[in-house]
């Protein structure tokens, strides 16, 4: 009788052994496919916001090539809200957890932002 209900333990054991190593396993193996998407994200929306500005440098604010460029960077973080419900920041360096880029407070802080840099970057 003690040598059945010591296999029945053991045998629950090796089965929750088995099934921790398992859960181990798939958790870790999701994470860098997580920060794979993360950093894919922050690529595009880093891109298409260099795009941006390269478009009002070289062509004005209202021009063409600047809405245009507005729109890709509005897709890329749209893009990155509907997969992660965040969005990367690239004037705070951070990732933002509202969806507020069109807000008109976001907008002038990050007008200030650009404005700062391009005066600390004259002197």
Known sequence: MQTKLQSRILGAGKVMLAGAALAGFLLFTGA????????????????????LHEAIEHHGRESKQADHARHELH?????????????????????????????????????????????????
């Open 75 to 123: 897709e890329a973080r749209e893009y990155c809200w509907s997969h992660s419900h965040r969005w990367w920041d690239e004037h705070e360096h951070r990732w933002r957890s509202e969806h507020d880029w069109d807000d008109p407070t976001t907008i002038d802080r990050i007008a200030f932002i650009r404005r700062a840099k391009s005066f600390t970057e004259r002197s």
């Open 32 to 51: 860098p496919r997580l920060r794979a998407e993360d950093d894919a994200c922050q690529r595009r929306i880093s891109k298409a916001d260099h795009h």
